[in-house]
C-alpha cells in the first residue's frame, strides 16, 4: 500500500506549523510574519511525519529527534532536519530518493559547481538568514522572474518558495511575483555548498 505522505501529526512545537498553516491558508503576505524558525520546525515535523509514515523512521523516538533539532535551532550551522536525523551518508541518500519519489524533483548533481548568488544575499539578508535555518540555499537568482531554491530536503520547497515570496513583496525592485523551483542537492555535495553559501566548515 502506498504510504500518505504527511498523514501523521508529530510536532516540535504546536504553533509551528499551526501558525504557518493558518498563514499559508489566509494570505501569501501573511507568511512572511512567520520567523525563519518557526519555518523551520514546520519544515521539520512535516519532513519527520513523512519518513515515520514511510518507515523510515521510529515514531517512537521521532518526537523525541523533534525536540532535539528544536534545541539545536540556535546553535551557529545550518539546520537540515535530514542531516540532523540521519548522518550516515548511505541512509541519508536513501531518505532523500524515497522522498523524492513523492516529490518528483530535478536532482542537479552539478549543484555544487554553481556559485552563490552573493548580490541576492546581501540585498536579502533575511532570506539568506531562513535558508541558513532551514537547510536550503539559492541556487540561481539571476533572473527577475524566476527563483531557484536547492537542499537535500525536497520537502523544504514549497514552505520556504511561499515564504520567500512574501519576503520580496516588500522589496520595490521587485516588479512581479516570482515563478519557484526547488531542486534536490545530491547528499555528497552538501558540505561543499554550505561551505560556499555560508562560509561554515560543516553543515547538518
Known amino acids: 500500500m502506498k504510504p500518505t505522505v504527511g498523514a501523521l ?21 501573511t507568511i512572511g510574519r512567520v520567523g525563519p524558525r518557526l519555518l523551520a520546525e514546520a519544515i521539520a515535523s512535516h519532513t519527520v511525519n513523512a519518513l515515520v509514515e514511510g518507515e523510515m523512521l521510529d515514531p517512537g523516538t521521532a518526537p523525541e529527534s523533534l525536540r532535539a533539532y528544536g534545541t539545536h535551532l540556535g546553535q551557529e550551522q545550518v539546520h537540515c532536519i535530514l542531516r540532523f536525523l540521519i548522518p550516515d551518508e548511505g541512509k541519508l541518500a536513501m531518505a532523500v530518493n ?3 519519489s513523492h516529490t518528483r524533483l530535478n536532482v542537479w548533481e552539478m549543484a555544487h559547481r554553481i556559485p552563490p548568488p552573493k548580490s541576492f544575499y546581501q540585498a536579502h539578508p533575511e532570506i539568506l538568514g531562513a535558508c ?15 527563483l531557484t531554491t536547492g537542499s537535500i530536503n525536497p520537502l523544504a520547497g514549497d514552505f ?3 515564504w520567500i515570496q512574501s519576503a520580496l513583496e516588500v522589496d520595490p525592485a521587485e516588479t512581479r ?9 545530491p547528499p555528497r555535495h552538501w558540505e561543499a555548498i554550505v561551505r560556499a553559501h555560508f562560509r561554515i566548515e560543516y553543515g547538518i
Open 98 to 100: 524515497w522522498l523524492n
Open 177 to 185: 511575483p516570482r515563478f519557484f523551483f526547488h531542486v534536490v542537492v
Open 9 to 29: 501529526r508529530l510536532k516540535l512545537n504546536e504553533s509551528a506549523e499551526s501558525q504557518l498553516a493558518r498563514a499559508l491558508r489566509v494570505s501569501d503576505a
Open 132 to 146: 541558513k535555518m532551514c537547510g536550503t540555499v539559492i541556487i540561481d537568482a539571476g533572473t527577475p522572474a524566476t
Open 160 to 162: 520556504l518558495a511561499n
